[in-house]
């Protein structure tokens, strides 16, 4: 089993960034794909970007060329940096850890963008 604790979350205006952080309770490498999802009010929760235990990265469509997600196996921590934020990416954002035993999420931190 693994903790996962989501921090970086905040208020920023429109065209601003942020670096969200997912810190694992124990060793991710070569275990876990890692990912990153959100879930709007009422809306199903929806993957925005993943990367797996070998590196490749995968990117809605909404975020791409935006977003970044990259993981520190050293550190057991998977971050996802958020560039030219728009009010539309306002919501809850979840990490993810997705292995063979099964998936675990974190307790979501809150992205509000906002002038």
């Known amino acids: 089993q693994v903790q996962l604790v989501e921090s970086g979350g905040g208020l920023v205006q429109p065209g601003g960034s942020l670096r969200l952080s997912c810190a694992a309770s124990?060793?991710?490498?070569?275990?876990?794909?890692m990912g990153w999802y959100r879930q709007a009010p009422g809306k199903q929760r929806e993957l925005v970007a993943q990367?797996?235990?070998?590196?490749?990265?995968y990117y809605a469509d909404s975020v791409k060329d935006r977003f970044t997600i990259s993981r520190d196996n050293a550190k057991n921590t998977v971050y996802l940096q958020m560039n030219n934020l728009k009010p539309e990416d306002t919501t809850v954002y979840y990490c993810?850890?997705?292995?063979?035993?099964?998936?675990?999420w974190g307790q979501g931190t809150q992205v509000t963008v906002s002038s």
């Open positions: 993810n850890a997705e292995g063979v035993a099964g998936g675990y």
């Open positions: 124990r060793s991710i490498y070569g275990i876990y794909h």
């Open positions: 990367i797996t235990t070998g590196g490749t990265t």
